[in-house]
């Protein structure tokens, strides 16, 4: 009995069953697939919702992002992954990380190997940020009122309840002023705003998806134009129990501290966070001083932040005299949720990222400036 075998274009034309099984079992490991393929098993959640026109004002688009932020009151994550970028002999660091209106924020971070390694938080009164690879050793301090005076500013150049704005509480505020909308192409615009601080006159340039009103780009200069921080935001979770969106995948970037982040802030819970007075206390980190940067001139000498990424040894045992690491603190009763298989209403942007706008014509290049004085006084006020 005679058998036809298949023309052997035929046979080739349909995949290996063994070969769709790996690839499904490689998206649900959480290793990443390409933006055109979805984990089929991944449960489905409802895309974020499309809230602006093509023809949007500068109202309808504060409204918008207004109306995100408004609906965080508190965030907090337990599964954070942080590196740093073009520094691969720094590992891979889980993180913690808490914020709660108006300007609470608690970032910790730690090795699988080495335990606890960085400690950043800021509470109503004052901001600290400890290193376990800081020389000297010590946990730095400073209060909010004395920071625009004081060494303070050479270690964290912009406060740190930005960090808020950078995880997804970011707004444009009735008393700042704000300027546009400009577009930059058919998916994304740009408003410029200007805002007192306690260092100045500050300058930011935010960029926003022109449907869904997500934040995709912040950078803030100072009076003189020169690049303070950059947040940018590489994808986007959608929410539909608070109906908020988040970054998900952000880029983090202050210059004159040489300290350049990239989180994946794994699975948060929104307006969750349970009252636990020791997560905004500074903590106690033994034999380590506590340095008041505060109390010091603006011209005295203060360690970079970024110094404990990029010229830390990770594989040592860190200082002798670093003191007790401060305990890795979670809300009571909070559970480590695993990192999600999938991130609904995911935005992928172009292999390379983001880069910061460039400076404008006659500005050095790398210095990132905008004109003195930033926006015209004409600019219209939002109110």
Known sequence: MSTQRRPRSQRRGRPAPCLLLLAGLFCTTGATCTPGFRNPFAAWQPPAPEVLTREATLDQIVAAVNQNAARISSYQTNNASITVPGMPGVPLLRGNIAAQRPGRVRFQA???LTGPEVDLGANDELFWFWAKRNQPPALYFARHDQYSQSAARQMMPIEPQWLLDALGFAEFRPGDRHEGPRPLDKDRIEITSTAASRGGLLTKRTVVDARRAWILEQHVYDANGTLLASAV???HRYYPDTGVSLPQLIELRIPASE????????????????????????PSVGPAPAVDLGAMSAAAAAPSMGDHFVRGDWYGPGPSAAGQPPPMVMAPGAQLAPAPAAEPASQSLAIGGVTAPAPPGGAVQGAQRLPSGGVPADAAMVR
């Open 233 to 235: 935001a590489r994808a």
């Open 259 to 282: 300290l350049s982040l990239s989180i994946d802030v794994g699975t948060v819970a929104i307006n969750r966070l349970p009252e636990n007075p020791q997560l905004w206390t500074m």
């Open 110 to 112: 730690s090795t699988a």
